[in-house]
C-alpha cells in the first residue's frame, strides 16, 4: 500500500522534523512538513544544516511498526531524491553512504531519519536538498553543491517536494512488504560508494579500506588493506 500523504507548506520553522514531532505526538501521520527556511536545521550527530531560502526542506511523517527498519527509509528517500535530480535536471545524482546525494562528488542532499517509540511507531524521514542555493557556510562550501550551481537554472521548490514523494511512493511498497533486499539491490544501482577506497570514521575508530558492498541491513563492508572485511554501522565516511 502507497500512503496517501498530505502536504503542509511554511514560510519558516525551527526544523521540520520538529514540527513531525509535534504531529506525531497528535497521533498524525502520512504528512509532508515543508518548509522555505530553517532556523534551527539540523543534521546527523548533531550537525547544523544551513537551511536559508532557496533550499528544500522536507519532513515525511511515516506510521512505522518496526522502527529498527527505518534505515530502508533512509536509503529509499536517498534514491527518490537522487532520481528526481537526474530526471528534473539531467545531472548524474549518485547516493553515498549512509545518508546522502552527490552531484559530481559534492554534496547537495543530506537525509535525517529519526524515530518516536510508543503506542504507535513513527518514522520521520528528514530531507534537506540544495537547490537554488548559490553559496554555504564557509564550514561546508567546499563539499556543498546545489541543482542550480550544477546546472545554472531554477527549480520550483513545491515541484521537487511532489516529485520525490512520487518517487518515494513507488518505492514504499518495498519498505512495507518487507523486501528489503529489493530496496539495497536498487540502492547499488545509484551508490557512489562502492568500488571506492573510503576512509570510515567511527565512534570505535577509523577504518580505511576498499567499500565492497552493504549487506541486508544496509551496513557498509570494507575490505581492509590486510583482506580482513569491517562491518561499518554507522559514521562518516570520506572517499580517499
Ligand atoms: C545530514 O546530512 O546530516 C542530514 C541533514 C538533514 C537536513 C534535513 S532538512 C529537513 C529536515 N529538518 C532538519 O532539521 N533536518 C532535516
Redesign the pocket.
Known sequence: MKPDFKFCYFNVLS????KAKEFAKEGKSNIVIVAGR?E??????G?E?S?SFGGL???ILLHAEDIDKSRYLTFIATVSVAKVICSIAGLDAKVKWP??VLINHK?AC???TETISGNKNYALV???LNVNQKKFPKSVMRNSTSLNMESNKNYGIKKISKLIIMEFNNLYPYYNKRNYGKIIEIWREYSHTLGKTVKAKTLTGTYTGKAVDVDEECNLILRLNDGTMKKIVEGDIFIV
Open positions: 526544523s521540520t522534523n520538529d530553517q534551527k536545521g539540523r543534521g546527523r550527530f550537525r544544516w537551511s526542506y522536507m519532513t545518508n546522502d554534496k543530506g537525509i535525517l528528514g530531507i534537506g
